[in-house]
């Protein structure tokens, strides 16, 4: 490892850390081939591989006791203490152990060595997940969610079930997180079995009595996309860094060139995240644990179950809600379903009082470092301007009824992707800074423009342009109701003209009527349709006298009889 660093430039902990990620595929295909029948090996053997990582790999005695402490105090709590508070009791507990760690850590200032933090947030979400589940296995039915009837557990699991779910090897130190009920469906190895009356020629292939399915195909392509991710993280690295924009010779660059240059060195950081998170889906798709059944329109295996990270959908986002959704997907299930949905009282909407819970939980779950709450603040706001935009100007850029984009669409959407990414490139700085003094100072030397565009924005939709835009795109779309029901008499006139033809009979000229006495039977045949209408309602109806049906019929006619 020492002669690898010196050549790679990356730190021992790092060259071992991939390569745990590495040995994790031949060990999962390993793990595959345990015997479906035994499950208690295959448990056996997760811990095992686990405990070489920690221990021989990283000599992380101090990292089995923190697991220790978090696990068993999380499964007393969840076995010992009933009611509603369980869950927010075991949260607090593992969050406060957790980010004792994080303080640790911190003070340390050793980003380059491998510890059990990350370990630790990964554990985390798993514990605070199966504390939700077991507390929603005690409810009845009819009060869950469909969410929560899937995840619901009615009993513990044994402590050996449960400790191969904490260990699982191939997502130990970087994820992807899942919930017990995927664990225990996989190792039962019924996430594997076929619905009936599927056709066997599109029932997943396996091999010999194995039931689950081949997977060394997808698997393989996940490693070999992550090995790129971690070989292009490695060159952009070293073009552009920390070092780069802190340096005074950032400062001697143009205003574009240093947007540009922040914007490659959140791009080389992101490349970092791709590759491990790439690496460690791909041991767990190995193992089996990312199948996701048979898509039902190609009849091709699905293996996106723990899909983490969407690289091209991070890249080519629009809008805030695209960027965030495709980035740290399972953090983003367990923030939704284990916190925002958790606070809102049943049957209410979420509200501020969600948001600020998710917002507060996400910040702490990364750590204390001032950075991370600089981006946290401020891509907040971002989220408001963008929902503002996208609310109030994007129609104007789409049909009247919304449903299609217009000539002038395209501007919309490339604009939109430059400010988007251009925004979150000075956004995410302070993430990769992590000290105050160092995030200010990056900020500065581009103009704050990201914050003053935001405060901008968020003026102008306070301000009566917000009403403007309102009334604008209300007229525009009652002008196109109206041009649409002119459009619609056009068109029926136009039948009527074709079925005058087709009957023989010519159109109205000068207003006079081609057949008085057929058009007044139609309008003494509909008024007796109405009167025969309300009266079945119970409206009391009487007969129109013959001055009154005079008028009717001429109403009706449109002209004096």
């Not at 510890?115 to 507390?135: E, H, P, R, S």
């Not at 969407?310 to 983003?332: D, H, I, S, V």
């Not at 939709?461 to 007229?475: C, E, T, V, Y």
Request: net charge positive.
């Amino acid at each position: 490892f020492d002669y690898g660093a010196s050549v790679s430039g990356a730190s021992v902990d790092e060259l071992k850390l991939i390569f745990s990620f590495l040995l994790s595929y031949p060990l999962a295909g390993l793990l595959k081939r345990i015997p479906d029948a035994k499950p208690y090996q295959k448990n056996l053997f997760i811990i095992g591989v686990s405990l070489f990582y920690l221990v021989g790999l990283f000599d992380l005695w101090s990292g089995i006791r923190t697991i220790f402490i978090s696990s068993a105090g999380a499964y007393i709590i969840a076995k010992y203490v009933d009611g509603p508070f369980m869950p927010w009791i075991g949260f607090i507990f593992v969050m406060g152990h957790m980010s004792i760690s994080h303080v640790y850590r911190q003070f340390a200032n050793a980003p380059d060595v491998v510890d059990i933090t990350g370990a630790q947030m990964v554990l985390v979400m798993k514990l605070t997940g199966f504390c939700w589940n077991i507390y929603d296995g005690r409810l009845k039915q009819e009060d869950l969610a469909d969410f929560q009837k899937e995840r619901a557990l009615p009993q513990l699991p044994s402590l050996l079930d449960f400790a191969g779910y904490i260990l699982f090897f191939p997502s130990l130190f970087a994820g992807p997180s899942f919930d017990f009920v995927d664990y225990q469906r996989w190792i039962e190895t019924t996430m594997f079995e076929v619905p009936s009356g599927t056709d066997p020629k599109k029932a997943p292939p396996t091999r010999k009595k194995r039931k689950i399915p081949r997977s060394g195909t997808p698997a393989t392509m996940k490693a070999v996309f992550g090995l790129l991710w971690i070989f292009l993280f490695l060159k952009f690295s070293a073009w552009y860094n920390t070092d780069l924009v802190i340096g005074d010779s950032y400062v001697q660059y143009s205003f574009p060139r240093r947007v540009w240059i922040l914007a490659m060195l959140g791009f080389s950081t992101r490349m970092k995240y791709y590759g491990v998170w790439y690496l460690t889906e791909g041991a767990c798709i190995l193992s089996g644990l990312g199948y996701k059944g048979v898509d039902p329109k190609t009849g091709r295996v699905q293996w996106n179950r723990l899909e983490n990270v969407n690289p091209w959908g991070m890249e080519t986002a629009q809008n805030t809600r695209a960027y965030l959704e495709n980035w740290n997907k399972n953090t983003n299930n367990w923030l939704r379903n284990y916190m925002y949905l958790r606070v809102t009282p049943k049957g209410k909407k979420p509200g501020f009082r969600a948001s600020l819970a998710t917002f507060a939980t996400s910040a702490v779950w990364h750590g204390f470092y001032p950075g991370y709450y600089l981006s946290f603040v401020l891509a907040a706001f971002l989220q408001t301007v963008a929902k503002n935009f996208r609310r109030y100007v994007r129609p104007f850029f789409l049909t009247p009824d919304g449903q299609r984009p217009t000539k002038n669409k395209v501007y919309y959407d490339i604009l939109s992707f430059l400010v988007t990414q251009a925004a979150f490139c000075f956004t995410t700085a302070p993430f990769v800074l992590l000290s105050l003094s160092s995030s200010l100072l990056v900020w500065s030397r581009v103009y704050f423009y990201a914050v003053l565009g935001t405060a901008a924005s968020m003026a102008f939709f306070a301000s009566p342009a917000k009403a403007w835009l309102i009334k604008q795109s209300n007229a525009r779309a009652r002008n196109a109701q109206a041009q649409k029901q002119q459009h619609v008499q056009a068109q029926e006139q136009q039948q009527q003209r074709a079925s005058y033809q087709d009957q023989g009979v010519e159109h109205p000229l000068m207003g006079l009527p081609s057949d008085p006495a057929k058009e007044l039977d139609e309008a003494v045949r509909e008024i007796k349709e109405e009167v025969e209408a309300r009266r079945r309602k119970g409206s009391v109806v009487s007969m129109p006298t013959g001055q009154s049906l005079r008028a009717a019929v001429e109403d009706k006619l449109g002209k004096t009889l």
